[in-house]
T-cell receptor
């Protein structure tokens, strides 16, 4: 079974709106990472948040981590049509493998 | 460009056949991970190698095997292929500086079993 589960599975918004995706996981982690995948392409790393961090920013991205609830959220502000992609969270448990969730498919309409 | 190279990009083969997928990690990266992504699904972890040795194993079928060579490139061998093995297969590598590092993904090999 997946360690991480994203919610929602699909999200459709208008350009300029904010997009929020959530990720829940099951076990204690070293860090949680968010990746983006354009259709059928390789995954691209967006941001990494360590287990002792609560919030992190990178450009229009904001990630939060709540280890007590075993959950994380990714906020994309002022979305653009080019943000259309699938977004995955991945948990790093022991510095070895990254376990991915099922992803959120984001569509940003121009 | 992530620096991770996967070949071939596309592969079409018949059921029962065997194929080999190849991955070259980023220069300096010792870890190689293999993932399978079926249509519209998440990534399923298959196996990880670190500096030539198997480090972690996921839900990898017995029909599948992998290895990492002294030059650190890796191969994933898929045998007795079934229609359900059709998927994108990704390789990723990570820097050797320990935990809290990101993974760099190749562009994947799209396998179609007919």
């Amino acid at each position: 079974s997946q360690q991480g589960e994203e919610d929602p599975q699909a999200l459709s918004i208008q350009e300029g709106e904010n997009a929020t995706m959530n990720c829940s996981y099951k076990t204690s982690i070293n860090n949680l990472q968010w990746y983006r995948q354009n259709s059928g392409r390789g995954l691209v790393h967006l941001i990494l948040i360590r287990s002792n961090e609560r919030e992190k920013h990178s450009g229009r991205l904001r990630v939060t981590l709540d280890t007590s609830k075993k959950s994380s959220s990714l906020l994309i502000t002022a979305s653009r049509a080019a943000d259309t992609a699938s977004y995955f969270c991945a948990t790093d448990v022991a510095g070895n493998m990254l376990t991915f969730g099922g992803g959120t498919r984001l569509m940003v309409k121009p | 460009d992530s620096g991770v190279t996967q070949t071939p990009k596309h592969l079409i083969t018949a059921t029962g056949q065997r194929v080999t997928l190849r991955c070259s990690p980023r220069s300096g990266d010792l870890s190689v991970y293999w993932y399978q992504q079926s249509l519209d699904q998440g990534l399923q972890f298959l196996i990880q190698y670190y500096n030539g040795e198997e480090r972690a194993k996921g839900n990898i079928l017995e029909r599948f095997s992998a290895q990492q060579f002294p030059d650190l490139h890796s191969e994933l061998n898929l045998s007795s292929l079934e229609l359900g093995d059709s998927a994108l297969y990704f390789c990723a590598s990570r820097p050797p500086r320990g935990a809290n590092t990101e993974a760099f993904f190749g562009q994947g090999t799209r396998l179609t079993v007919v």
